[in-house]
T-cell receptor, first 114, second 111 residues
């Protein structure tokens, strides 16, 4: 158990509303990631963080922002949700003790934008 | 961004059959990982291969990394219904900070 929780687990919202998803880890890992998973696309990286207040964009970052003010929390915000952002969102951590970029995933958040 | 192509996208077989899933790229990866995902859950790491030509076995699962570190395969011997799931390959970019995922192979093993 990598000690990763995501909240909420399910959310339905309307187009144009702001949405924040939270990822929480209990083991003080430096690297944290946000992905979205859609049929036929596998997992696509949205943003990642390599430390408190240190973040970088992934391949599908448009329309998303992130913040990491504490080691244990990584927040993903949709400033104005659109229907194309309906997806399952996964948070992942990378334990620093491992030489390779092996990642461990949270249970996911299913977001529906109407 | 480096790309990984995974094939086949869907695979439905009978229990006891063997199967192979492929993961191919034109790019070199520092390492390659295989994950398995069940409905409603996050992916779970199965194995990491690092060295070109490396072969790793995990019970009935055999993983191979290509000599040039551009491709990988997953072979399952005598598949069981419990092997059903989505199999994802992921390559570690040479920068080390990101993974590139394939589209996944949805495996269904029928009794």
């Amino acid at each position: 158990d990598a000690g990763i929780t995501q909240s909420p687990r399910h959310k339905v919202t309307e187009t144009g509303t702001p949405v924040t998803l939270r990822c929480h880890q209990t083991e003080n890992h430096r690297y944290m990631y946000w992905y979205r998973q859609d049929p036929g696309h596998g997992l696509r990286l949205i943003h990642y963080s390599y430390g408190v207040k240190d973040t970088d964009k992934g391949e599908v970052s448009d329309g998303y922002s992130v913040s990491r003010s504490k080691t244990e929390d990584f927040l993903l915000t949709l400033e104005s949700a659109t229907s194309s952002q309906t997806s399952v969102y996964f948070c992942a951590i990378r334990p620093g003790r491992l030489a390779s970029n092996e990642q461990f995933f949270g249970p996911g958040t299913r977001l529906t934008v109407l | 961004t480096q790309l990984l192509e995974q094939s086949p996208q869907f695979l439905s077989i009978q229990e006891g059959e063997n199967l192979t899933v492929y993961c191919n790229s034109s790019s070199v990866f520092s390492s390659l990982q295989w994950y398995r995902q069940e409905p409603g859950e996050g992916p779970v790491l199965l194995v990491t291969v690092v060295t070109g030509g490396e072969v790793k076995k995990l019970k009935r699962l055999t993983f191979q990394f290509g000599d040039a570190r551009k491709d990988s395969s997953l072979h399952i011997t005598a598949a069981q219904t419990g092997d059903t799931g989505l199999y994802l390959c992921a390559g570690e970019e040479t920068s080390g900070s990101r993974l590139t995922f394939g589209e996944g192979t949805q495996l269904t093993v029928n009794p």
